[in-house]
Structure formats: structure tokens, C-alpha cells
């Protein structure tokens, strides 16, 4: 290669480019801009648990054995909130309520819930005679039940906007048989799903 080649060749040699120095201003803007996405995303996601519990459902758990053999305590179960914005709770639906003010009177919280099982509604008269439950004069055949109630109770007419419930565990229940009717209002929501234990894991 004569050395005007060469000269030639060294002039055509591709040079490495220059390294441009990290902008650290950039840098810091994207790190942060992570940050505020997450915290965004984070917000969000409670936001949305914080309305799914208060609009819509909840999980609850039981702490006592008034609703055995159909609940037991230690069961955590979703209590679903939309329907009795639309409608009154109907017989047999196990609903978890407050407090209502008889029950408070005897020393409960108003965060306490109670859950029990709906056996009459407005206008209903129910009844307790020799181990059964009459509604309407109609004897309920209750194959969920512990036992047959120990107790008699007269009959009696529900309110309208009033509920009469029970637990499944008569003998062993603070129930309407005790403190009286349930205001519709103080109702939270209707028992639907049992998701812990698993061996137990299903519908109610």
C-alpha cells in the first residue's frame, strides 16, 4: 500500500463517538415520575377497596356459635351490600345488621355487628309454641336449625319496616325472641359467601 493509500485509509477510519455525559436532571425527573405513578396506582387501589367495602361488599367474621350448625364461629364470610339498597331483605336470608338501639341498651357496641336469619317481615305474625316456629299460623320445617327452641313466645306482629330474626342456634341465640324487631335500617348486608375455612369454603 503505497503511503498515499494509507494517508487515505486512516483518514476514511470510523471513529468511536464521543460519550455524552448523563443528564442527572433527567435521571432524577424519570425516578420521580416512577414514584408518582406507583403512589397513583397505590391510591387508587384503595380508593376502590375503601368503595367495594362500603358500597358493595365486606368480608365479615363470626365470633360466636348463635348461628351453629349453619355458621361456625371462627367462619369469614362476604356480605354483599348492593341488593338491599334496592330491596327489603326477604325471609330466610341470614343478614348481618348493628346494634339496634334494644341491644345497645343491654351494652353493645354500635360497631358490633350481630348476624342472624330472617323469619317474618313487615306484617307477618310469628309465633313459637312446643319446639316449633309459626308464621302467619303456618309451621316453618327448618332442617337448619341446632334444636327445636326451649321456649314459647306469643305471637306477635311485625312493624312494617321491621324484621324478626333468629339464629339458627335457638337455644344459644341473643335474638328478636329476646330484644324485639330489627329496623331495616340497621341492616348491613346479606350473608352469601363462606371463604374461609376451606374445607367449608362455599355458599350460605
Known sequence: ?????????????????????RDK?????????KIRENAVTVAIALILAFLIRIFIAEPRYIPS?????????????????????????NRQDIVVFSPPI???????????????????????????????????????VENY?????????????????RLFVMGDNRNNSNDSHIWGFLPEEDVIGRAVFRFWPLTRFGGV
Open 102 to 140: 334494644q341491644l345497645q341498651i343491654q351494652g353493645y357496641a354500635r360497631n358490633q355487628a350481630f348476624i342472624k336469619r330472617v323469619i317474618a317481615t313487615s306484617g307477618q305474625t310469628v309465633a313459637v309454641h312446643n319446639g316449633v316456629v309459626y308464621v302467619d299460623n303456618r309451621p316453618l
Open 145 to 161: 336449625i341446632a334444636e327445636y327452641p326451649s321456649y314459647n313466645l306469643e305471637p306477635v306482629t311485625v312493624p312494617e319496616g
Open 25 to 33: 436532571t433527567s435521571v432524577s425527573n424519570s425516578f420521580w415520575s
Open 1 to 21: 500500500m503505497t503511503p498515499k493509500e494509507k494517508n487515505l485509509a486512516i483518514a476514511n477510519k470510523p471513529t468511536s463517538s464521543p460519550k455524552i455525559p
Open 65 to 89: 356459635d348463635s348461628m351453629f350448625p349453619t355458621l361456625l364461629e371462627g367462619d369469614r364470610l362476604v356480605v354483599e351490600k348492593v341488593s338491599y339498597r334496592f330491596n327489603s331483605p
